[in-house]
Each structure stands twice: as C-alpha cells, then as structure tokens.
C-alpha cells in the first residue's frame, strides 16, 4: 500500500529540503502511518518506515502513555523519548500536531551519551542538522581530546622552530631545539593541567551537592505527596524523572573526559622530560607510546586514506641509561617519515588498492644481545631508491617538496643515536616494499 505524501502547502520547506534539515524526523496521520520521514532515521531503520505502522518502528520510554493518536496529541509540548526498535538508537525530541493536514510531527535528535557511541550506532557529524543543538554536545563532548589538537599545533610550532634554527650553525640544532621543545611543551602541558584538575577535583563536590539535591526533593516528595498545580506543570515540563536518570551520566562523562586529558597531559611531559637532567633511567616502550599518542591525529584515516594501523611487537626490554627527551624526539622523527611515506603512498593507488594493503607502521623491539637492545620501526608504503640511502643522514638532504622538510630530522636523529647514546642507526628498503629504520642502543 502506497501511503499519502503532506500536501506541497503543508511544509514551509520543499519536502526534500525538510526531510535534509530534520534528519531525524518522521511524521504519521491519525491511523499511525508513517507518511514522511528523514533520510538518516531511515538510513538508521532496518525495514522501510514510509507507509509502515509507527507501532512496528517505535516505542516511547518517555512520557509514560500509550502509543496513540489522541494521546500523543494530548502530550504535544512534552519531551519525548523514543526507541527505534531492533536497534540501540533513542531518538528524543517533540511532537507538533498539525491541525490542517491532522498530522503529527516527531522533530528530534538521538541520545547521545559520549561520541563513541556514534560509531557504535553507524553515526557521524554530517548526519547532524547544523541547527541541531545536539552538535554542540558533541563538540563539548569532544573537549577529551583538545590536548590532542594542542599537541598537532605543537608539532607545527616545532617546525618552525627548526626552520630557524637551521639559519644558524648545525652544532647548535640539537640544544637549541630540545630546549625550545622542553619549554613549549611544559608551557601547554601546565596551562592545560591547572583548569583541568580544577574541572575535574569540583565534579567530585558538584556530584555531592546534586545528590543532596535530589535526596531533599525526595523529602519534600514524601512530606508533600500532593503538590499543587503549579509545582506538578513545572515538574512535567522539565521531565524531573528523566533528570535524575540523565544528569549522573552527563557528569560521569565529564568526569571520564577530564582523567583523560590528564593522561594526555602526562604523555607530553614523558615526551618532553623537561624535568630531567642529564642520562636518566627510562622506559623505553613509554617514550615510543608517548610519541604515538601526541602523532593519533596524523594517523587517522583520511579523504584519500584509510587510518594507519600502529603494530607494537615489543619484546622484553629493560630499563635503558638514556637521555629519553632525546629518544622521543628519534621516535617522531622517524614515525613522522613513516607517516609521509604512506600518506605518499596512497596517494599513488586506487581506493581498492588501500584497502587491500592497509598502510601500517610495525614496532618492533628485542634483546639484541646481553649488551644491547634493538628498535625497529618499519611501514610498508613505497621505499627509498638505493641511489639516495647513503645521503639520507647527510644534514639538510631531504626529498620532500620545499617548505614541508629541513633535512635535518635524520641527520639529529643520527647524531643523538651514534654519538649521544654510542649506538647505531641503520635505513633498510626496498622499492615497492617499504622502509625500516633499526635502532641499536647498547644497554649500560
């Protein structure tokens, strides 16, 4: 059976338009058919909702009625919230009766919690209305990973910090640069680690003071059991029972976001090692998670690439007498080419291609010998000519276009292997089969 369409004078949007701005939306006559609906609840339903029994699709959680015509009308400026059945999408919203075509709209957005449950239900950003107050949850909800952003403008500052420093002697990179990178990184991990401790120490008291909060409303529940008319409009029109339930969650999130940015902030400090003087007693497998941590932005998938897959084969190691600031700036050193050479490489294949080899960089650490440890970190995009290996530690060599490398990434990282830390450095590829840089550190 073919259900009607809303008459063209119904909508103060042509249909195609509406159903774009309200995605979420559907709307049925009185016999509960549903006669319009948004391309993404649509995209989000197992079966076709157009013309189909709204009691097949959806079930109301909130107000507690019936799924009636009459009764839904009734409820119209209450706040709804509905379950798309055979799915875990709540949709919450309000419905709008319309007197002229004697219709119902459902206009809403879905319940969301944390933004991982986006992908969890097949979601993303674009399926969002711009108007959509819900995108502006989203976004604050993503406040977890600001450090991120922090850290990709570091690595943008940090470039042209180098970009300076090779104006000046070639001795000088080295200090200058750690120096500069020390303090910029103590600078944002500080001013980013004061709010933060402060958001997260004050949910502690802001989750007390809500639960006392509630603990009197339930008092005067108990010695009020019958408020007067004023009390129960406001209590229905706020939906008190869906705040009790809703708002512990929305300060447990915050409270899950808070303690990750602190981690966050931890892992620039263990990438910096401000704090250390000198050759100190480090984890090695902590610099290398420290530095992929602050590269997660590099390496999600893009418009032209799948993400890159991190492979860690980490053996045994010990702690090794280093200097860790040092060896993390060695690590993003050589995962920043891993990562160029792949982005390199996709560019050169088909979609097909990319999906078939994904790009992945594979760590890999060992007990070289009683004496030393080896670092391997291989990718498998297109390799190095043999024509410019040997040059590829020579200071400023680079093969990336003008503006994008200094050439002095490798050759620092040369010289804080060999002659810092007495160890050795070694390029191995193959056209067509990828790059591995081998670390050797000696262990005292």
């Known amino acids: 059976m073919t259900s009607p369409e809303l008459p063209r004078e119904a909508w103060s949007l042509p249909p195609h338009l509406f159903t774009t701005a309200f995605p979420f939306h559907f709307v049925y006559d009185r016999s509960l058919t549903i006669i319009q609906t948004g391309e993404v609840l649509q995209r989000m339903s197992r079966k076709p909702l157009v013309g189909s029994s709204l009691l097949d699709h959806f079930k109301i959680s909130r107000p507690r009625i019936q799924l009636e015509f009459e009764a839904i009308q009734k409820q119209s400026q209450a706040l709804f919230l509905l379950e798309l059945l055979h799915s875990d999408l709540h949709i919450r919203g309000q419905m709008v009766y319309v007197e002229e075509q004697d219709v119902i709209f459902f206009l809403g957005s879905p319940r969301i919690n944390d933004t991982q449950q986006l992908a969890q239900l097949g979601l993303k950003f674009k399926d969002f209305a711009i108007h959509d107050p819900i995108i502006d949850?989203?976004?604050?909800?993503?406040?977890?990973?600001?450090?991120?952003?922090?850290?990709?403008?570091?690595?943008?500052?940090?470039?042209?910090?180098?970009?300076?420093?090779?104006?000046?002697?070639?001795?000088?990179?080295?200090?200058?640069?750690?120096?500069?990178?020390?303090?910029?990184?103590?600078?944002?991990?500080?001013?980013?680690?004061?709010?933060?401790?402060?958001?997260?120490?004050?949910?502690?008291?802001?989750?007390?003071?809500?639960?006392?909060?509630?603990?009197?409303?339930?008092?005067?529940?108990?010695?009020?059991?019958?408020?007067?008319?004023?009390?129960?409009?406001?209590?229905?029109?706020?939906?008190?029972?869906?705040?009790?339930?809703?708002?512990?969650?929305?300060?447990?999130?915050?409270?899950?976001?808070?303690?990750?940015?602190?981690?966050?902030?931890?892992?620039?400090?263990?990438?910096?090692?401000?704090?250390?003087?000198?050759?100190?007693?480090?984890?090695?497998?902590?610099?290398?998670?420290?530095?992929?941590?602050?590269?997660?932005?590099?390496?999600?998938?893009?418009?032209?690439?799948?993400?890159?897959?991190?492979?860690?084969?980490?053996?045994?190691?010990?702690?090794?007498?280093?200097?860790?600031?040092?060896?993390?700036?060695?690590?993003?050193?050589?995962?920043?080419?891993?990562?160029?050479?792949?982005?390199?490489?996709?560019?050169?294949?088909?979609?097909?291609?990319?999906?078939a080899n994904p790009a992945t960089i594979t760590i890999t650490s060992e007990m070289q010998s009683e004496h030393s440890v080896s670092i391997v970190i291989a990718d498998n995009g297109t390799g190095i000519p043999t024509s410019i290996q040997a040059k590829l530690f020579d200071p400023f060599f680079t093969t990336k276009p003008v503006g994008q490398g200094t050439g002095l990434g490798l050759s620092i990282s040369y010289q804080v292997i060999t002659e810092r830390h007495k160890g050795a450095i070694q390029c191995i590829s193959e056209l067509g089969q990828g790059t591995q840089f081998c670390i050797t550190l000696p262990i005292s």
């Open 137 to 355: 949850f989203l976004f604050l909800m993503q406040a977890k990973n600001a450090a991120l952003n922090e850290a990709r403008q570091l690595t943008q500052d940090l470039s042209q910090t180098i970009q300076e420093l090779q104006q000046t002697q070639m001795q000088l990179v080295q200090s200058e640069k750690m120096s500069s990178l020390g303090q910029l990184v103590a600078g944002v991990a500080h001013e980013i680690n004061n709010p933060v401790n402060f958001i997260h120490g004050n949910l502690h008291y802001v989750e007390k003071y809500m639960q006392d909060l509630l603990d009197m409303l339930q008092a005067y529940e108990r010695s009020y059991p019958h408020p007067d008319a004023t009390i129960v409009d406001l209590s229905e029109a706020v939906d008190l029972e869906f705040l009790r339930v809703d708002l512990p969650k929305v300060l447990a999130s915050m409270d899950i976001g808070t303690i990750r940015i602190q981690e966050i902030v931890k892992s620039l400090r263990n990438f910096s090692r401000l704090d250390e003087d000198g050759m100190k007693i480090a984890d090695i497998h902590e610099g290398i998670d420290s530095t992929l941590l602050i590269l997660q932005n590099r390496l999600k998938s893009k418009i032209d690439r799948p993400e890159i897959r991190i492979i860690k084969n980490y053996g045994n190691l010990p702690l090794l007498k280093c200097y860790p600031g040092q060896l993390n700036q060695v690590f993003m050193n050589l995962l920043v080419n891993a990562i160029d050479a792949l982005d390199e490489a996709a560019s050169q294949c088909s979609k097909q291609e990319c999906e």
